[in-house]
């Protein structure tokens, strides 16, 4: 009886310690149980907790405390509590970092951007830059009629969504369950080519503002640290993950012909023809060529941003986005792959010509026998004629 009193007061006394104190309490489901997975006796066997038969080795029961094993083991304590010390500067350093969930979408290869203004009008943020080819749109996620005087607004606590001409989106601070509801506006005002779930392309990031940074921004991996995060620093970021989810989406229409191309080649090496028309051909050239027109022209994957032109600290994120992501050598990549595309469609384009030229030189000689064979049949007539 005293030894349990005496492990159920000190369990006690050293579980309040630990609610008391501020650096362990943040942390305490992990700092007990780190504490509890200690056995009660590390010496001791199983057999020391299974009762017995053997009346004669029961100790007789006093009320004088007398030396028990701790519950806790004391030799380790000030190695686990700099462990929750370091867990608590983990967690305050998180603390420190407002987290925004960042997706990039490429859902079709044309958006009205008009279209979408007008619907939306009242969200729409005013442009930083004489850029046409996208839109910010804004949304709040908390009523202003409840927000209290003197509190300043961040861009964590709304939801951006910047959408642009050429088919991408990028969502900031949306919740999974909501992007289908930001998406089904956007689709509304799709044009062109429409992808479906399975062809739809989608890319995740994060960004983390941390007001404290010595530095503009700071990088790592998939995420990057900024001190503030305001509406140019959200449009270069939707730019650069806009173009890195619509370039994926095109190096992918690219494999495609490469594949179609190669499995021309393969039959080729084995029955040293082909049988490809005319009229797939060049649609497979169409192809090709808008391709690379859209990422050049219309995707922008070269143009200046005039924000990023503008301040030194949006250059910096601009230009680490666009490292990070491997803008320039995926589209040198591309452009690789759409020069043999090129190489075989000329390939092709001269064998169907010198196919046609066959073709014509037959027909031709067909014509000249058919000719001879007229002018022989006559003059055998005449013959026969002039004999009679």
């Known amino acids: 009886m005293g030894r349990l009193r005496l492990r159920t007061s ?17 942390v305490q489901p992990n700092f007990v149980f780190n504490r509890l997975i200690i056995p009660l006796n590390p010496n001791s066997s199983p057999t020391d907790f299974t009762p017995t038969a053997n009346f004669c080795s029961f100790r007789a029961f006093s009320s004088f405390p007398t030396a028990g094993n701790p519950i806790f083991d004391l030799n380790n304590y000030d190695d686990d509590q700099k462990y929750a010390e370091e867990l608590l500067v983990q967690d305050e350093d998180d603390d420190e970092l407002g987290k925004i969930s960042v997706r990039a979408i490429f859902l079709c ?28 749109l804004k949304f709040c996620n908390f009523n202003p009629d409840y927000m209290e005087a003197g509190v300043e607004e961040k861009s ?14 990028v969502l900031f601070n949306v919740e999974d369950h909501e992007v289908e509801s930001y998406l089904s506006i956007i689709k509304r005002h799709a044009s062109g080519s429409v992808l479906n779930d399975f062809e739809t392309r989608n890319d995740d990031y994060v960004v983390k503002e941390k007001p404290s940074l010595t530095d503009d921004m700071q990088g790592g991996p998939d995420y990057i640290v900024l001190k503030n995060l305001d509406i140019d620093s959200i449009r ?8 890195s989810i619509a370039l994926d989406y095109f190096v992918s229409q690219v494999d495609g012909m490469v594949k179609e191309f190669t499995d021309i080649n393969r039959i080729m090496e084995k029955t040293g023809t082909f049988t490809m028309e005319r009229k797939k051909l060049f649609q497979l050239v169409g192809k090709a060529n808008s391709n690379l ?14 924000i990023a032109w503008r301040e030194a600290k949006y ?19 591309l452009d690789y792959k759409l020069k043999f595309v090129e190489h ?13 030229s066959d073709l014509l030189e037959w027909c031709i000689i067909v014509l000249l026998s058919i000719e001879n064979i007229i002018g022989i049949y006559e003059i055998i007539r005449e013959t026969n004629i002039i004999g009679t």
């Open 109 to 136: 290869t044309s958006v009205d951007l008009k279209g979408l203004q007008v619907e939306l009008s009242s969200h729409v943020v005013r442009p930083t830059s004489r850029s046409t080819n996208h839109t910010a």
């Open 293 to 306: 027109a859209d990422v050049i022209l219309r995707v922008g994957l070269f143009d200046r941003s005039e």
């Open 156 to 169: 964590s606590s709304h939801s951006y969504m910047v959408v642009f001409q050429y088919g991408s989106a």
């Open 315 to 333: 250059a910096q994120i601009y230009e680490y986005l666009r490292e990070e992501y491997e803008v320039t050598q995926r589209f040198g990549n």
């Open 344 to 356: 075989n469609i000329h390939f092709l384009q001269e064998a169907l010509q010198n196919r046609k």
């Open 10 to 26: 000190l369990f006690r006394s050293r579980f309040a310690a630990d609610l008391l104190s501020r650096k362990t309490y943040l």
């Open 236 to 243: 270069i970021i939707s730019s650069v993950l806009g173009q």
